[in-house]
């Protein structure tokens, strides 16, 4: 397994990339983080490039959603993460 960051990482089976995400639990009665978290299937995907452009995708998704980013830090935001999982490829030797 590949960790991305604190939220993402990649697995893989025999034919596809699978992209998991990391998320806290939250209590159903009382709305609030229980300190606990919890890893769930993202998605599947063909190939490593397109699964990285999952994460950059929801990545800016959310950050625009939430008012906290322009389109030209979105931009930069997909190149950093791109930067980032290349650097881990060259880390692991894969380069």
């Not at 893989?12 to 639990?25: A, F, G, K, S």
């Not at 939250?26 to 063909?46: E, L, R, W």
Request: glycine share 6%.
């Amino acid at each position: 397994m590949i960790t991305i960051n604190d939220r993402w990482s990649i697995d893989t089976d025999p034919r596809n990339y699978i992209l998991m995400e990391t998320h806290n639990v939250v209590d159903k009665k009382t709305g609030f983080p229980t300190g606990k978290s919890t890893t769930s299937i993202y998605g599947f995907y063909p190939d490593m490039p397109r699964c990285l452009k999952a994460i950059a995708r929801q990545e800016s998704f959310d950050m625009i959603g939430s008012g906290n980013m322009t389109l030209r830090e979105a931009i930069n935001r997909i190149e950093e993460i791109e930067r980032d999982v290349y650097d881990l490829f060259v880390e692991a030797g894969a380069d």
